[in-house]
C-alpha cells in the first residue's frame, strides 16, 4: 500500500508480543537518513527492513520472520 508521503512503522509490542503500527507523514528518504548507523536496509522504494527481522534472501525476494515475502527493487540489489 503506497501513502505518498506517509510512512507506516511495523514493530512488536514487547509486552504484549502484539504487532503494532505507527502512521507518520514524512518520506522513506528522510527516514532512510535518520537510520542511517542503524540495522536497517532499504530494499524498495516502499520498504526498509530491519535486518534482525530478515529470515532469508532467495533472488530478489526477503521472507521475514513472519512470513511475508518483500521484493527487492532493481535499485537496490547490489547495496
Known amino acids: ?3 505518498n508521503n506517509y510512512v507506516v512503522f511495523y514493530f512488536n509490542e514487547p509486552e504484549t508480543g502484539l504487532v503494532k503500527s505507527l502512521v507518520t507523514y514524512s518520506s522513506l528518504k528522510q527516514i532512510e537518513k535518520v537510520l542511517t548507523g542503524f540495522p ?7 520498504h526498509i527492513v530491519a535486518l ?18 518483500i521484493g527487492i527493487g532493481v535499485t537496490y540489489r547490489n547495496l
Open 1 to 3: 500500500m503506497r501513502l
Open 40 to 46: 536497517f536496509l532499504r530494499v524498495s522504494r516502499s
Open 52 to 69: 534482525a527481522y530478515i529470515l532469508k534472501v532467495d533472488g530478489n525476494i526477503i521472507t521475514l520472520i513472519n512470513g511475508k515475502q
